[in-house]
């Protein structure tokens, strides 16, 4: 039997892939995709995160285009 219990759960809440998120010097962001064309780093604040997909509480809206390595 395989058996789920949710410990968290958010409704609305922006969701990217972990894969997508980079890190470096204790520092998380992702590329984004401007308007323009053009590819931009992005300082983001993460909130609950399982093993595949990590909530964003801050520095991106819906909408936004992130570029996954």
Do not use: Y
């Amino acid at each position: 039997a395989n058996v789920s219990i949710n410990v968290q759960q958010k409704q609305g809440v922006l969701v990217l892939p972990t894969t997508a998120i980079r890190t470096f010097g204790g520092r998380r962001f992702v590329d984004l995709l401007t308007a323009d064309g053009l590819h931009r780093e992005v300082d983001i604040t993460v909130g609950i995160s399982d093993d595949t997909n990590t909530e964003i509480t801050k520095g991106l809206n819906e909408g936004d285009k992130v570029i996954s390595p």
